[in-house]
């Protein structure tokens, strides 16, 4: 089944903790980006990829790394997570960087930083 | 500046009616338009999208979107709506000559409620 996979779906971490939220895909993507949600605000992208080793910020990068080693995997590090980046995640791909194609998204990884 | 505004924050229809989410958008060049849903705890998922050509586009579930150029809108309906659609819908849009600019501007959300 094509899908995109993100773990783990549910995190409660502490101010200050590194963590990593992987992504994958299985369809053999080139493009793969990282969002947030968040109430009142919708999606905002916060780094995406056009390929393996190609990556560049997106509207809210601020605290955020990424690395694209594989072209399968996409995962988004959090060095020293914040309260303010409380938030739902969604990772998503789409075949290619073309304004026309459509994107795949992950099931969304809620994530607290108390 | 490209945006996209969902005008209406939220929608009520009871089953069986026709439903209407609406979008306008203003991009510099041609839009690229897409439609996507968000059911409860879960990820998105591409609903349609309107390209080039007929103007009327049809999509999963039932859904269809009319794209109207002189009113730069792309409102998403359905002739009759089930409970199951309750969903949180999203417009998005991106300009064929955005050249680097790749990402897609998404609108705000509109909440779908479909009452028995």
């Known amino acids: 089944e094509a899908q995109v996979t993100q773990n783990p779906r549910y995190l409660i971490t502490v101010t200050g903790k590194k963590l990593t939220v992987t992504c994958s895909q299985n369809m053999n993507h080139e493009y793969m980006s990282w969002y947030r949600q968040d109430p009142g605000l919708g999606l905002r992208q916060i780094y995406y990829?056009?390929?393996?080793?190609?990556?560049d910020k997106g509207d809210v990068p601020e605290g955020y790394k990424v690395s694209r080693k594989e072209k399968r995997n996409f995962p988004l590090i959090l060095e020293s997570p914040s309260p303010n980046q409380t938030s739902l995640y969604f990772c998503a791909s789409s075949a290619r960087d073309s304004p026309y194609n459509e994107q795949f998204f992950g099931p969304g990884t809620r994530l607290t930083v108390l | 500046a490209q945006s996209v505004a969902q005008p209406e924050d939220q929608v009520n229809v009871a089953e069986g009616n026709p439903l209407t989410v609406k979008c306008t958008y203003s991009v510099s060049g041609n839009p690229y338009l897409f439609w996507y849903v968000q059911y409860p705890n879960r990820g998105l998922q591409f609903l349609l999208k309107?390209?080039?050509?007929d103007n009327l586009v049809k999509g999963s579930y039932g859904f269809e979107a009319e794209f109207n150029k002189s009113q730069t809108s792309f409102h998403l309906k359905k002739p009759s709506a089930l409970v199951s659609d309750s969903a949180l819908y999203f417009c998005a849009v991106r300009a064929d000559n955005a050249g680097n600019n790749r990402k897609l501007i998404w609108g705000l959300g509109t909440s779908l409620a479909v009452n028995p």
């Open positions: 990829s056009m390929n393996v080793e190609v990556t």
């Open positions: 309107y390209i080039t050509g």
